[in-house]
């Protein structure tokens, strides 16, 4: 039996390097990146070992509890393969002894579980003919997966017509979401035969005593290591909600001596129901490593992310400052020792850290004292109950109703929310603006003036003055590269919320600030100054 049956990098193309990605919560790991993680996991064992190699160690036990194609386990087989020949000399004993008593994993779908089978047995049963494990007694091996239902909760009970009874109602739950990952009953509630997307990782409220169920009792995992599902679709298709955050969590759980995943990088500063994981991430000290790609095709190629993509590894018995090294094209810098938690976000790069310091030296009111927060006026941004022509006591409206811009009219009277900001002067700015992980780049779109009377939809968010000639000078604050700079640290995907531009000062509002003028008073030397104008376009102010 040759060496090649246990690995396939001797082929060209490697198969895994060619499969597509299923979904936006199914992204396959190139094995490329995937030997970058073991790298780090191989140097942070040393370290902590005397120097001693894990893959030289036959008692280590490893698990990829969220397994696609099998790239982590297959590439550990791989490595195991090798480095245990002076342990147990018959590569087929070997072989056997990794695949039986090392790796472990739990397909997130019955197709990937097959696929990672496939990939760590060369069979589709791990006790098959052709299988290169011997001693299985079980098809699935230590790949094991089994569908997994969501556990529904909340929502409102009501009644409804019968389908097919006439003059009958049936009760029906609405509204009712699972108490583990969030999903949405009127999404993921699936007749057999579909994927309910139901991990079997986070559906449960004792990961030990479930890990017991699938691997035996006293089982305790090494290594965690893998790509868990990023999201799920929520709320009619308007919204993806994040879910590797419950992944990490329950993983932490288990108390590996190791833990590293790869995850999107957004969570460092956004995302919908991150903020107390942000908060825990930042300020675990056990966090070893941090490597972060700001753009995520560098981790994945061809998915499109804004935010970029990351890989931590977290060690259990290690408490210190983390070594964060940022990668963008191809150019890593670091890594660097640093406190995560110093601010409540992670800003990227070390450079912008001091001037950030610099900044906030000064004690200063957030420009965020006279910005709108998101739905000022109360209005989503497919808010469509306003018309065309005006009409007598009407305000403009601005919108943008099916990606077309516009300015409707709606009367006073109907604006319930904020009507105290109706007659302010404002300086808009679009909520939403990408760029895919450009540099340099305009962070935003061109802010514009809007005279008063006005109200607008969740497309906007607004500053807001008394005057016309303060609304000129905000402007201009606005489109300096100073401004744009500051709520970059804070705007890691497309979406710019009310709390991305915390950072930035509040102005006196009797000139047009100049970019001189701000380098001048934060006390910013040439190095940062040379910083910020090579990051930020420079804007000039007009229409769109």
Known sequence: MSQATFSLRGHNPDVLT???????????????????MLDTLEAAWAESHRGAVIWEDPAVKFLDPFTKSGVFLREIVSRLTTGLAGHIPDLADRVDHILTKQVYGIGISELTSLLARRSLYCSKYANGAHSVAKSFTIEHGNIWFERTEHVWEGGTRRLQPHATKT????????????????????????????????????????????????????MQFDVIIGNPPYQLGSDGGTRDVPIYQHFVEQAKKLEPRFLTMVIPSRWMATGLGLTEFRKTMLADRRLHDLIDYEVMSEVFPGVDFEGGACYFLWDRDYHGETAYSNVRGGEVRGPNMRVLDEVDVLVRDQRAVEILRKVRAESFESITTILSVDKEFGWTSNFAGFHSKEQAGDIPLRYNHQGKRGIGYIARSEVTKSAHLIDKWKVMVSKAFGERGAIPARVLGKPFIVSSPSVCTQTYLFFYVDSATEAEHLQAYLSTKFFRFLVSLRKITQDASRSTYTWVPMQTWDRDWTDAQLYEKYELDQEQIDYIESVIKPMELGDE
């Open 18 to 36: 060619c499969i597509a990605n299923l979904s936006n919560d199914e992204v396959f790991t190139p094995p490329e990146f995937a030997n970058r």
């Open 167 to 218: 003059n009958e109602e049936v009760a029906v739950w609405v509204g009712r979401r699972c108490k583990y990952c969030g999903a949405s009953e009127g999404e993921y509630a699936r007749e057999a035969g579909l994927e309910t997307h139901a991990y079997a990782f986070i559906h449960t409220d004792d990961i030990k005593a479930r890990m017991a169920e699938l691997f035996g009792d006293n």
